[in-house]
């Protein structure tokens, strides 16, 4: 089972929408990062959460992590067709050796003109 | 700074081949590691390591070896490849694995095995 939950796993919006992307975690989150991947490149860092009711913005994407629930959610305000691409989750799970990276699935964003 | 390099690119093996991912990074990072990503199944850890000449396993570590000879340079080595290992692979690095923090990703390699 995935230790990152992500919803939904695809979302097709028209440009100017707001949008909402979810990411829970069936383990304590130690610190939560959202990534962006455009279709055939790398991964792309766009926040980093630590501290439970922090809340980070850039641009038009806005990031909260709400420890208590070890949920964060990713959110879009009028979006544009350079929003486009999968949107990942990850979280610092604490092992014996340190802590270890695990994603969720990945949200597919379409954003039409 | 390149960050972090990975080739080749592309790949398509045939079954039973064995080649070599190559990964490198020029910022003095500590830990690195690799993940294949494929479809519905978000990315998943193969293998990592903590530091030159220390390496261990992730969630997905058959059919692959690492090893860890210099800070820089991490290969993936596929020893037999099989259909199932079609996938897109990253290799990431960061100065830590005492987290939280930001991970360095690869370009990607996309390998295909018929």
């Known amino acids: 089972s995935q230790e990152l939950e992500q919803s939904p796993q695809s979302l097709i919006v028209q440009e100017g929408k707001n949008l909402t992307i979810n990411c829970t975690s069936s383990?304590?989150?130690?610190?939560l990062y959202w990534y962006k991947q455009k279709y055939g490149e790398g991964l792309i860092f766009l926040m980093m959460?630590?501290?439970?009711?922090e809340e980070k913005s850039h641009e038009k994407i806005t990031a909260k992590l709400d420890e208590k629930k070890q949920q964060s959610s990713l959110h879009i305000t009028a979006s544009q067709p350079s929003h486009a691409g999968i949107y990942l989750c990850?979280?610092?799970?604490?092992?014996?050796?340190?802590?270890?990276?695990?994603f969720g699935e990945g949200t597919q964003l379409t954003v039409n003109p | 700074n390149a960050g972090v390099t990975q080739t080749p690119k592309f790949q398509v093996l045939k079954t039973g081949q064995s080649m070599t991912l190559q990964c490198a990074q020029d910022?003095?990072?500590?830990?690195m590691s690799w993940y294949r990503q494929d479809p519905g199944m978000g990315l998943r850890l193969i293998h990592y390591?903590?530091?030159?000449?220390?390496?261990d396993q992730g969630e997905v570590p058959n059919g692959y070896n690492v090893s860890r000879s210099t800070t820089e340079d991490f290969p993936l080595r596929l020893l037999s490849a099989a259909p199932s290992q079609t996938s897109v692979y990253f290799c990431?690095?960061?100065?830590?694995?005492?987290?939280?923090?930001?991970?360095?990703f690869g370009p990607g390699t996309r390998l295909t095995v018929t």
């Open positions: 990431a690095s960061s100065y830590s694995n005492i987290g939280p923090i930001e991970q360095y």
């Open positions: 383990k304590t989150l130690y610190g």
């Open positions: 959460l630590q501290k439970g009711g």
């Open positions: 990850g979280a610092d799970i604490q092992t014996t050796s340190g802590s270890r990276l695990t």
């Open positions: 910022m003095n990072h500590e830990y």
């Open positions: 390591s903590v530091g030159a000449g220390i390496t």
